[in-house]
């Protein structure tokens, strides 16, 4: 067997090569970023051009390269990484990191104390999910940083599945725009004022409360733009604006939509479906044309609490015959 380090230098000009396409996807779990991978590649016309760059944390990072080691899909390029090597991503630069060090944002994501009220129902639970608390979650703002010699690059969030070939997204013409994202204000709760306090001057002052908000989840980012604007210098200062919580509320999606304010361009909605996380009631000819379909939401796939009718759609990029997976039984 060949080692997979000697295969990674082998492939190094690969993971640098602007001509390729390249994808990011930042995730702890090992069987939802294989269906991502399996799936894309599964779609992907010349397999060979596409390139995975997948970051973990020290915990999964043992597991995330050994599965990709024995089950890579044939064709691709899969590189995988510990965020903790990332020397220049400590507290002295990231401010959420510091943020994150203190003792206070554990009581504000799991005792509920908070000067914003947040809504009724199971929001709540929502934002207190410990993913949050993870750097992988807003890694997603530092691309050029991770990956200084790419133009372009496709972030993927770790409960989507691919239906369709995704190339052709690096050609569209983003018309100088920084972030191409599905909007979602044709649902309901999907506008800035949703997500924003707009209670607060800085946020009244700066921005629309009924600008159209956009998905996370399948993002083409153009990183010779990002540098060009300094996207990142953009996201530190509201991160600093933000040091005491009243802005926005937990997530990534609420700083990701004033970080890229006016400078989204809008995805044709068949690019991304979303909701297969939370709305029984989707409509399925939406999410059979779909290029890519979001578990978005709690119900995530992997999980008994899933919706039934949706599983399938993730189930099938599983591996059958993986003796592991059938001791499991995780594709039922």
Known sequence: MQDYGSKEAVHADMLEDPALYHYAIFSDNVLAT???????????????????????????????????????????????????????????????????????PQEYYFKGSHPWTLPARDDNLKY????????????????????????????????????????????????GMVNGAVETCKESFHRFDTYLNFSHPKISQNFDPNACAWAFGMNMFDLKEWKKRNITGIYHHWQDMNEDRTLWKLGSLPPGLITFYNLTYPLDRSWHALGLGYDPALNETEIEEAAVIHFNGNYKPWLDLAIPKYKPYWSKFLMPDNLYLQYCRISE
């Not at 390139?51 to 590189?79: C, E």
């Not at 496709?154 to 190339?167: G, H, N, R, S």
Request: net charge negative; proline share 4%.
């Open 128 to 175: 207190r999910n410990p993913k949050y608390l993870s750097m992988l979650n807003h890694l997603r703002f530092y691309l050029p940083e991770v990956y200084p010699k790419l133009d372009k690059i496709l972030f993927l969030d770790d409960d989507i599945v691919v239906q369709k070939d995704l190339t052709p997204l690096w050609s569209i013409d983003m018309q």
């Open 34 to 104: 294989s269906v991502v991978v399996n799936s894309t590649v599964f779609h992907a016309k010349e397999a060979e051009k596409h390139v995975f760059h997948l970051v973990t944390d020290r915990l999964n990072f043992v597991a995330m390269k050994m599965w990709f080691l024995v089950n890579a899909p044939a064709g691709a390029t899969i590189q995988v990484e510990n965020i903790d090597d990332f020397k220049w991503l400590n507290s002295s630069y990231c401010l959420v990191l510091r943020q994150l060090e203190t003792a206070h």
